[in-house]
């Protein structure tokens, strides 16, 4: 049986008060749209159909060739919206999932059972439902005595009877498509607004003596339709604790799940630990046995087994096993650290490899530079790279030391085994096992701070006698 999904993305999303497209606007890290993508991805469907409206540009870049498109020129109601994916996929045979694309919580389990059930049941159309404490808003779902779907009843034509019904219509669909397509050429525009209901399509085929059934969803949750910046805010925080669910159930230790922030392409390895504050985002991936926070903010970074990182920001680099970042460190894109390295507090490296062993413990930056093996670069030491116009390159040896303070002026080489003496401003090459000094003599002038002191006193001295005379 051939699965097919039409996602619905062209409303406007007037309430989200953003020149952002609505359902683009992500939740953990990724657009609202591409959840519900990867939802029905994960349950087969064979063909996807995003129905675009406003906006349709921004989602076509977003979502690219992966999909089919259909646009949606007006909006003139749910109905309408899923009867331009008819040139596409109408004629086909199979079951069609109809979703929104603003529910991004909506999953691939929740889709399958949907499924499941209306193919066990022999129904034309099966409604995802879901039952909450406060359906106030919402359609009721009014089943009959065979558990069948009798009517979907709006707020405000509910009798009392009918306002007490907890269970709800989520606006997510199967469909026989055939079916479907054939219904949807029988809906009318009747109403107040004036628009094409999908809803419309349950009572055609009911009057054509079809069954419809209703799937409760195991997590009302997943029902969250995005129309407002606070119900954003609602699905992140949902989302966010699905994923820290699932990475604790794979043997991550999360201190603070409430405090902690994982995108939904972050990979993580088993006895790695998470501490509050920390941020993980894009697709990062992280090694087994890390330690990463507090306060670790990573970015498509990829770390090694065994790696620490505390109060850092990594984008765009890679760490390898068993490296020591922070406190206050920044990686920035390019950056390469082989095994056991050591990047300590205050010290920035951009584009850069750094070898096996060596460290860079406090206070330096280190760009677009090579450092070998078991070298140690002291306190203060940069890498002068750029002269305004370009960038050159830095290449240490291995177990090389670079003294404090010192500035290597790319382009440069320093040799395996070379020393560069603190306070040097380096210039030219030092080849290997070489000793490197480039700083001015030392020259003690006895009792002449004293004179400098009085100069000093008698400029200040005159200054304030002119501005006193202006």
């Known amino acids: 049986m051939t699965r097919m999904a039409v996602i619905l993305a062209a409303g406007q999303g007037k309430r989200m008060k953003s020149k952002l497209y609505k359902v683009l606007h992500p939740v953990c890290g990724k657009p609202m749209v591409g959840h519900v993508l990867d939802a029905v991805r994960g349950i087969g469907c064979e063909r996807a159909v995003v129905v675009v409206g406003h906006g349709a540009e921004a989602v076509q870049r977003t979502l690219g060739d992966s999909v089919e498109y259909a646009l949606q020129q007006q909006q003139l109601g749910t109905g309408h919206a899923v009867l331009q994916a008819a040139p596409a996929i109408g004629g086909a045979d199979g079951v069609t999932i109809v979703v929104c694309g603003d529910t991004p919580l909506v999953s691939s389990e929740t889709l399958e059972a949907l499924i499941a059930l209306h193919a066990a049941e022999g129904a034309a159309a099966t409604i995802l439902t879901a039952e909450l404490a406060q359906p106030a808003g919402y359609g009721r779902i009014v089943r009959g005595e065979d558990g069948s779907v009798h009517r979907i009843v709006e707020q405000k034509d509910c009798t009392p009877e009918q306002a007490a019904i907890r269970e709800i219509n989520t606006g997510t669909y199967c469909f026989d498509n055939l079916k479907l397509f054939e219904a949807l050429a029988a809906v009318t525009n009747d109403n107040a607004q004036g628009e094409y209901y999908l809803t419309d399509v349950i009572g055609i085929l009911q009057a054509r003596g079809e069954r419809i059934s209703a799937s409760v969803a195991a997590d009302p949750a997943e029902s969250i339709g ?141 760009g677009d530079a090579v450092v070998g093996s078991g070298t140690n670069i002291g306190c203060g030491t940069i890498t002068a790279n750029y002269d305004g116009y370009n960038k050159s390159k830095t290449v240490i040896g291995d177990d090389a030391f670079i003294g404090s303070n010192a500035n290597l002026i790319a382009p440069v080489t320093i040799g395996n085994g070379a020393y560069v003496v603190a306070g040097s401003t380096v210039t030219h090459d030092v080849p290997e096992g070489s000793v490197a000094i480039a700083r001015a003599r030392q020259e003690n002038k006895e009792g002449y701070a004293d004179k400098l002191r009085a100069r000093a006193k008698s400029k200040k001295e005159a200054a304030a006698t002119r501005k006193d005379g202006q």
């Open 226 to 366: 995005v129309n407002d910046r606070i119900a954003l805010s609602e699905a992140e925080r949902l989302m966010r604790e699905r994923i820290a669910r699932r990475h604790q159930t794979n043997g991550v230790t999360i201190v603070d799940p409430a405090g902690t922030y994982i995108e939904a392409g972050v990979t993580i390895g088993s006895d790695t630990v998470l501490y509050p504050g920390t941020f993980l985002r894009g697709g990062t991936v992280i090694g087994e046995d890390c330690v990463i926070g507090p306060s670790a903010d990573l970015t498509d970074t990829t770390i090694g087994d065994g790696t620490t990182i505390r109060q850092s920001v990594a984008e765009s680099a890679q760490l390898g096993a068993g490296c020591a970042v922070g406190p206050f460190a920044y990686l920035r894109p390019g950056t390469k650290l082989a095994d056991n390295v050591k990047i300590g507090d205050f010290v920035e490296i951009k584009n850069a490899e750094i070898g096996a062993g060596s460290k860079v413990p406090h206070l330096s930056y280190v």
